[in-house]
C-alpha cells in the first residue's frame, strides 16, 4: 500500500508556513513610492485553499490558527479574527474539496477567489461585531483583490502535494 | 497486553472525521480568542504579554527588512534634487515671497494675542515633552491600521500617548513594549478622537473605517462644517490634547464627511511620541498635593440667622461712638456686636479668624436687623 504513506508535516505545513509568515513581515515594510504603498494581501489565503484540497489534516486546522494569531499580533489587530477568518475559509474548502479535484486551472483560481472573498466576508463581519462599525468595503475589495492574485503560489502547493497521498484522490 | 491485540484495536477513527473534529476545536479556540480581546481599550494589561513579545522580536527584523526601502527614498529623493534642483528653486523663491507676507501676520498675531491672554488671564497649557521614532513596520488592511514604532518603555512612552508626524496627528499608541510600541492609526476601525471644526468649533468623533479617510460622526450645530475646513482635536476626555492639527474636511462618495488626513501628505517613517497621559499631567501636581488643607468655614452661632434675635446689650460707655449709624460704611461683624466696654476696639469680639467666613467685609446692609439701636 504505497499510496497510503503519510505526508511529511514539515515539509507541506511548516514549510509553507514559513513563507507565509517571511512574505507578510517583508510586505510591512513601510516603503511610500511616489505616495503609493505595498499592497497588503492575506498570504496565509494560499494555505489555507492549498491545504484543503490536497487533503484532510488534523494538524492544518491548527496550523491556520497559529498563522491566524502571528497575523493579529503582527497586524495588531483583533485577536483571533485572522484565524477565525482563515478557518471559515477552509472549512469551506474542505466541504467541497470531492468537487474540486480534477478541475481546471481557471476554475480552480475561480474557487480560489471565492474563497477568499469567504474569508474577507467572514472577516467584515465579525470586524463589525468585535468593533461595533463597518469597515471600509473599498479597502475591502482592494485586499481582496491582491489575496486573490496569489493564486499561483496555491496551484504550485496543490500541485506538489496533492499526489503524495492517493488515498485522498 | 499491547493496545493493538485489546478489543479496541481494530477501531479505526476515519481522518476525515478526526480532521472535522480538529477544525471544531481550532474554531473554538479562535473564537475564544476573539471574545476574550480588548485591543481597543486604553488600559496597559490588554495588551498582552505575547504581542509586547510579537512587537519587541518584530522591531530588529522589521527594521532591517526596512532598511532597503528607506535608503532606496533616500537615494531617489538625492537625484531627484540633483536634477530638478532649478525648479525646485524658483518654486521655493515664490513660496518664501508668500510666506514673507504670512510670516508678518504672524508675528502681528502672536503679539496681539499674547495681549488677550495677559487681559484674560489665560492659562495656557505647557508646552508637551515629546520622543522621536522610526516606524519600522504597518499594517495598511481594511480591519486593522496600525503602525510598529522603535521607541518603547524605556523612552517613557505609555499606552494612550498621541503620535504625531510632522503635518498632523497621526494615532495613539495602544501598546508598548521594551523597545517598541504599537500605534493605532486614526484609520483604524477601532480608532475614535473627539475633533473640532476650527472654524464653528463644532465638536465631532473622527472614527476609522479601515479606509484612508475616516468619518466625522456626531456632528452638531447648525452649518457645522464646509469643504476644506480644517479639523482639529478637541481635547474633550482628555484622551489627546487640544489644537492638533487632525485634516481638512471633504464630503465622501458616501454624503458623509470625512477627513484627508495632513499626516497622510507626508510619510510617516518619523513620528513624534507625545509623553501626553491626560490632563492631570498639565497641572501643578505640587500645588494639588498641598499638605495643609485650608480652615474648615462654619457658621458663627452667635449670628445665626436661624435663631432669635438676641436683645440687644447696652451700648458702649466708653465715649466711642456706635458703631450702627457707620454702618454702611464698616463690615458688617462690627456693628452686630456692641464694643466691650473699656476697650473701645469693636474688632476684639471677632471670632477666631479660621471659623470666620473670608468674606467678613461684607457691608452691614446684610444685616440690619440686628443692628443695635
Known amino acids: ?169 | 497486553m499491547p493496545f493493538r491485540e485489546g478489543p479496541l484495536g481494530d477501531l479505526k477513527v476515519p481522518l476525515t472525521w478526526t480532521a472535522a473534529v480538529a477544525l471544531i476545536v481550532a474554531v473554538v479556540i479562535a473564537v475564544a480568542f476573539l471574545l476574550a480581546d480588548r485591543r481597543e481599550t486604553l488600559q496597559q494589561q490588554a495588551y498582552g504579554v505575547t504581542r509586547q513579545t510579537v512587537d519587541t522580536v518584530s522591531k530588529p527584523v522589521s527594521g532591517v527588512i526596512a532598511a532597503p526601502g528607506r535608503w532606496t527614498g533616500v537615494g531617489v529623493d538625492a537625484v531627484r534634487n540633483y536634477f530638478f534642483a532649478g525648479s525646485e528653486n524658483a518654486r521655493l523663491k515664490t513660496e518664501l515671497k508668500e510666506m514673507r507676507a504670512y510670516r508678518d501676520r504672524y508675528l502681528a498675531l502672536v503679539d496681539e494675542n499674547e495681549r488677550y491672554k495677559s487681559l484674560l488671564g489665560l492659562k495656557t497649557d505647557p508646552p508637551i515633552p515629546m520622543v522621536a521614532a522610526r516606524v519600522v513596520a504597518d499594517s495598511r488592511g481594511p480591519f486593522a491600521n496600525t503602525r510598529l514604532a522603535d521607541a518603547g518603555k524605556e523612552k517613557g512612552v505609555v499606552v494612550g500617548n498621541p503620535v504625531m508626524n510632522e503635518r498632523g496627528l497621526v494615532g495613539r499608541v495602544v501598546g508598548v513594549a521594551p523597545g517598541a510600541s504599537r500605534v493605532l492609526l486614526l484609520t483604524d476601525i477601532a480608532s475614535r478622537t473627539p475633533v473640532m471644526i476650527d472654524r464653528t468649533n463644532s465638536r465631532a468623533i473622527l472614527t476609522g473605517d479601515g479606509g484612508p479617510n475616516p468619518k466625522l460622526e456626531y456632528l452638531r450645530g447648525s452649518e457645522p462644517i464646509q469643504a476644506g475646513d480644517r479639523v482639529v482635536t478637541s481635547g474633550d476626555g482628555g484622551v489627546v490634547p487640544r489644537g492638533l492639527p487632525v485634516g481638512a474636511a471633504v464630503k465622501g462618495l458616501d454624503g458623509r464627511w470625512r477627513v484627508v488626513l495632513f499626516a497622510d501628505s507626508a510619510s510617516i517613517d518619523y513620528i513624534r511620541i507625545l509623553l501626553f497621559k491626560d490632563f492631570a499631567q498639565l497641572a501643578d501636581q505640587q500645588a494639588l498635593a498641598a499638605k495643609v488643607l485650608p480652615p474648615v468655614i462654619t457658621e458663627n452661632p452667635d449670628q445665626s440667622i436661624l435663631g432669635p434675635a438676641r436683645p440687644a446689650p447696652p451700648p458702649a460707655t466708653t465715649g466711642a461712638a456706635p458703631a450702627a449709624p457707620r454702618a454702611p460704611t464698616t463690615p458688617a461683624p462690627t456693628t452686630t456686636r456692641p464694643a466691650t466696654p473699656g476697650t473701645g476696639a469693636p474688632a476684639t469680639t471677632r471670632p477666631p479668624a479660621a471659623t470666620r467666613p473670608a468674606t467678613s467685609t461684607t457691608p452691614a446692609t446684610t444685616a440690619p436687623a440686628r443692628t443695635p439701636q
Do not use: K
Not at chain 1, 60 to 65: H, I, K
Open chain 1, 1 to 169: 500500500m504505497t499510496g497510503a504513506r503519510p505526508l511529511n508535516p514539515g515539509r507541506w505545513l511548516g514549510v509553507p508556513m514559513l513563507f507565509v509568515i517571511l512574505a507578510t513581515i517583508l510586505f510591512a515594510a513601510p516603503i511610500r513610492m511616489w505616495g503609493l504603498q505595498l499592497p497588503e494581501p492575506i498570504f496565509a489565503m494560499v494555505p489555507a485553499f492549498a491545504w484543503a484540497v490536497i487533503r484532510p489534516s488534523i494538524l492544518a486546522p491548527f496550523a491556520l490558527l497559529l498563522l491566524g494569531l502571528f497575523l493579529d499580533t503582527f497586524w495588531g489587530g483583533p485577536t483571533g479574527l485572522w484565524g477565525l477568518s482563515l478557518l471559515v475559509a477552509y472549512a469551506s474548502v474542505l466541504a467541497v474539496r470531492n468537487m474540486l479535484t480534477g478541475q481546471s486551472r481557471p476554475m480552480l483560481w475561480v474557487w480560489y477567489a471565492g474563497a477568499c472573498a469567504l474569508s474577507m466576508t467572514a472577516g467584515f463581519l465579525f470586524t463589525m461585531m468585535d468593533s461595533l462599525a463597518m469597515p471600509s468595503l473599498v479597502a475591502v475589495f482592494w485586499q481582496f483583490l491582491a489575496t486573490a492574485l496569489l493564486f499561483p503560489f496555491a496551484h504550485r502547493l496543490i500541485d506538489r502535494f496533492e499526489d503524495a497521498d492517493v488515498r485522498f484522490r
